[in-house]
């Protein structure tokens, strides 16, 4: 089953739910305390990012305590390191552009050294 | 976006990219590679990619629309396993235009599900060195706190998609 993390967690309630957990585990009454929705809709989200893989449970007792699972945020990958690889693809585009155009300017190019 | 930010509360940050590079060119020409419809389209990319200048209106407020195709054929096969089109219109909005030294545009990512559009700005800075001319690009992601506060924990997005289709 693939679930679209970004739809997961473009949810602003689910955003609320995991900013919750983001200093520790809680239990489920706790969560909801600090949420303001029914109990239902915040079990129901914690499902939803629980089968996206954000979030684990472990009973203790008779309560649910959820806590974040950072690897699955790991995995979203990071964009600062997406976009300088871009980056730095594309400046080294434009310096070939840039030695092209010097090279096919020159009106007596110097030979190419293909005599080796 | 110049909202007054709230100071304390709200915790409305920036991600922000610099690259730098010197080439051995004019600042003219170096300008016209980023400014004029041949030269954007001789250098753009991605590597896989044609670019195609659709209308460029160079002014503050004007818009750049291009086009990438794909072009290699791995990339073709890649794009269609991935249920993304392999031609790409991109649109972006010229913020600064100062030649032959400043040049700001923002591009705007709106293609990821479930994620609010999204504004991503550019500035690219140009002045001529003793080695030729130094390229300054930085680049800034604005995004809602949420997005901005995982990324500072180095989280942050799913862009596999951010980086083989935005590309702009």
Known sequence: MHIDAFEVLADPMRRRIVETLRSGERAVNDIVERVDIHQSGVSRHLRILSEAGFVQMRPEGTKRVYSLKPERFRELDDWISRYRVLWEARLDRLGAALDRRKRDREPTPPRNEETK | MTNNATAGTSATRKERVTIERTYDASIEDVWEMWTTKDGIESWWGPDGFATTVRAIDLRVG??????????????????KKANMPTAIDNRMTYTEVTPPKRLGFSHYADFIPGVEPYQVNHLVELR?????????????RMHDDYWTEMAVKGWTSELEKLAKVLAA
Request: proline letters at 0%; zero cysteines; hydrophobic letters at 45%.
């Open chain 2, 62 to 79: 004007g818009v750049l629309d291009y086009t990438m195709r794909a072009t290699d054929a791995a990339q073709i096969e890649f794009m």
């Open chain 2, 128 to 140: 001529t060195t003793a080695d030729g001319v130094r390229v300054t690009v930085t680049i800034d």
